[in-house]
């Protein structure tokens, strides 16, 4: 398999995670299914999820015979977050511990992204630099997004309620 430049790995890393993200939304509606409002926000990610994913899998294709080992890396990265998830969202789950799992990975991509537009931008690689400036911001009100359902679940919640 071909060796990947730490851009290429990178690229790989935010299309694994869009990819997770599309079953991490999923769950956590699932999770949320009381909450409209929620589940529509979470609706919305899983779709934008899905079209980072296709996006990142476009770009792949033009770094020439790179594209299978950008997949495979994705692949793995894809797997390790959706264990996380299953490590963190037991058969207790609830909307909240939900939530709680997105706003750490929303902020985990969020990152991610930012270190893919650095190496785009220390490459000159402009279709990169320009992927990011589009996914970013998605990125960005993703983890907000996340956040703010976290807070309003926990508004829900009874502070003097043992929690089981």
Not at 35 to 51: D, H, K, N, P, T
Not at 113 to 137: F, K, Q, Y
Request: proline letters at 1%; glycine letters at 8%.
């Amino acid at each position: 398999m071909a060796e990947l430049t730490n851009l290429e790995s990178k690229l790989a890393e935010v299309l694994g995670l869009a990819q997770a993200a599309k079953g991490a939304t999923a769950k956590v509606q699932g999770l949320a299914e009381d909450e409209a409002e929620l589940a529509a926000v979470l609706e919305r990610m899983g779709e934008e999820a899905e079209q980072t994913a296709r996006r990142c899998e476009e770009l792949a294709g033009g770094f020439d015979g790179k594209k299978t080992a950008i997949l495979e890396q994705a692949r793995e990265t894809k797997q390790e977050a959706t264990e996380m998830m299953k490590t963190y969202l037991g058969d207790d789950a609830d909307a909240l511990d939900g939530f709680e799992f997105l706003t750490m990975a929303e902020a985990g991509e969020v990152g991610h992204w930012e270190i893919v537009g650095v190496l785009a931008d220390r490459a000159a690689h402009a279709e990169t630099r320009s992927l990011v400036e589009w996914a970013l911001p998605i990125q960005k009100r993703h983890l907000e997004d996340a956040r703010k359902g976290s807070l309003k679940l926990a508004e829900q919640e009874d502070p003097n309620e043992t929690s089981s």
